[in-house]
């Protein structure tokens, strides 16, 4: 999706039936005296994927525990398709895909066993189960692996049967939390364009990640969580749009000299960060404010200009505070 | 009832991969226990006329309907304690299994009676080891492994409900060392439990090995119980009862929080 433009200027196109997958209202969970989501509102629509983002506690994982149905709300309302989680959590989760942070595969058996364990807890038959293990295996790219034993897989074969796993039952939403954390780039390019494919099909993707580049990549609208609320919702490039710039300047100046900078910059741009190793400029005309820099006479080490991305938002909203 | 099948089904697929060496510890245990405190031990007690109270029978006689119970009760214990960790914390199977329609109640059913399954093949292997040696009567043991599934499944099932709130591993191993094998070796398996200081008695008669060792005997060697055998029966079903209400809750508790 090189594009951001065609994430919310799909023209005229509707969910295909119209209803919505999932809409939580006031939804609230908390664990003990410790609140983890906090009345929070949102409509998930057929065939779109949508992201929830957020640094770690932010209550991205006890979110998409509630939809996958396996965790009990504490209040509020949710729907997912069309159904309360409380009363029919098994018809729920029959139509559901998910791709845990953890693996949860079982180590010692095969990744055919593994597909055909799962499997059999939907009631497939085993005539339609191999068939679909065959394809599944094929669209993640493991046939050759078909009957080697999990323990040995890398993280991202592990991470693409898990996938497979999910897609076992034809789900109508596939909810993934965090799919590629701890992969190296490669395994998370080859998982972006396997998500993609799905999206394509009309699968429907509920995403968590803290991943901004994730976020851009594969989500047509995210929500932004923070301290178990939702602090901002759209597509990625109307995040952008409102709460950044165009472009970011960032400088990085010799150890010591950034202290005495920071107040002979206030007018280049519409907002100044700055950082321990660096100071971000937000302004729409970038190369402007590089001239005026060098007009100045100051001398930065280094000078980028590039585009806004979601992580400037991501880190106006969320704050730069450390959270562990 | 058919989503607690499809447990057990998933846990027999899992078993045709690792029985083996199960299976070898299933049929030489009781091949040790028999030969050394059996025939070994046995020889001298039954040698000295002063011993009383075996009912006439052989010492090794006497232990194997004993050994059988025990048995039953080691793989309960076993079956329904690590591979439960495992679902839970190592593999996480078990959050694999209850993202799917299988719910808690599901689970849990569906590992009782899987391990069910698993106790009477232990039993069995014992049953038949038992027999090949001249221990038991094949048709006696075979009376007896009602009884001894039963205490089987009266560990399994408290086991599997305190597996979910065991704070780490340790206090997991502690149930084997300060209540599995204590029971084993004071409940009546190698002696009667008359022997024990008359303080302890009552504490014997609370473990539910005694229950099933007193039942064993009764089905194999004709010995009289203590208790009508029902209340043996009952008490064996309660402790079954319970531990399979209380693995629910503290499941859903540990895994659907």
Request: with cysteine; glycine share 8%.
């Amino acid at each position: 999706m090189h594009n951001q433009e065609t994430a919310e200027t799909r023209p005229g196109e509707e969910p295909r039936d119209g209803g919505d997958l999932v809409t939580a209202r006031g939804l609230t969970k908390h664990f003990d005296d410790f609140v983890a989501v906090d009345g929070i509102d949102f409509t998930i629509s057929r065939g779109e994927a949508f992201g929830f983002l957020g640094p770690n506690g932010a209550g991205k994982t006890s979110t998409m525990r509630m939809i996958a149905s396996v965790s009990p709300v504490t209040s509020g309302d949710l729907k997912v398709l069309g159904m309360d989680p409380a009363a029919q959590g098994p018809e729920i989760r029959a139509r559901l895909g998910v791709v845990p942070q953890d693996d949860t595969l079982d180590t010692e058996l095969t990744v055919n066993e593994n597909l055909f364990i799962y499997g059999r807890y939907f009631g497939i038959g085993g005539a339609v189960l191999k068939q679909r293990i065959d394809e599944l295996l094929d669209f993640v790219q493991l046939s050759e692996r078909r009957d080697s034993k999990v323990e040995p897989l890398s993280g991202g074969m592990k991470r693409r049967l898990t996938i497979a796993r999910a897609l076992i039952n034809e789900p109508d939403v596939l909810i993934l939390d965090e799919p590629t954390t701890g992969l190296d780039p490669q395994a998370r390019h080859v998982l972006w364009d396997r998500l993609y494919r799905l999206k394509q099909r009309g699968v429907t993707l509920i995403i968590t990640t803290h991943y901004m580049d994730e976020a851009e990549q594969l989500c047509d609208r995210l929500v932004v969580m923070d301290q178990a609320k939702i602090v901002a919702e759209g597509s990625p490039s109307a995040l952008i749009a409102k709460y950044s710039t165009r472009e970011v300047v960032e400088l990085r100046f010799a150890v010591g000299q950034q202290e005495h900078i920071g107040n002979r910059l206030d007018d280049l741009a519409q907002r100044i960060e700055e950082l321990p190793d660096r100071i971000l400029l937000y302004t729409n005309r970038g190369d402007d404010a590089v001239g005026a820099i060098h007009e100045r006479g100051m001398n930065p080490e280094s000078i980028v200009v590039r585009r806004s991305t979601l992580e400037d938002v991501f880190l106006r909203l969320t704050g730069r505070r450390l959270i562990d | 009832m058919m989503q607690q099948l499809r447990v057990v089904e998933s846990n027999a697929r899992v078993y045709k991969r690792t029985w083996r060496g199960s299976a070898v510890t299933a049929f030489l245990n009781p091949i040790l226990f028999l030969l050394a405190m059996g025939l070994g031990l046995g020889s001298i007690i039954d040698s000295n006329p002063a011993v009383d109270g075996l009912g006439g029978v052989r010492y090794v006689s006497f232990i194997a309907s004993g050994l059988l119970a025990a048995t039953a009760m080691q793989t309960g214990g076993v079956e329904g304690s690590w591979p439960v960790l495992a679902g839970i914390k190592w593999t996480k199977t078990y959050h694999a299994a209850l993202a799917t329609p299988i719910r808690v109640t599901d689970l849990v059913t569906g590992n009782l009676l899987w391990l069910a399954v698993r106790v009477t093949l232990s039993a069995a292997a014992f049953a038949i080891v038992s027999a090949a040696l001249g221990v038991l009567e094949p048709l006696d043991v075979l009376a007896a492994l009602p009884a001894a599934i039963l205490t089987g499944m009266a560990f399994a099932a408290p086991v599997t409900a305190y597996t979910p709130v065991a704070k780490d591993e340790t206090r997991l191993s502690g149930v084997f060392r300060f209540v599995i094998l204590p029971m084993f070796l004071f409940s009546g398996t190698f002696f009667p439990i008359e022997q024990l200081p008359g303080l302890l008695q009552p504490v014997a008669y609370v473990t539910p090995l005694w229950h099933g060792v007193e039942l064993c005997r009764w089905s194999a060697l004709g010995f009289d119980t203590t208790l009508n055998p029902l209340v043996h029966f009952g008490y064996l079903a309660l402790w079954t009862s319970i531990g399979w209400w209380f693995a629910q809750r503290n499941l859903r508790k540990r895994l659907q929080p």
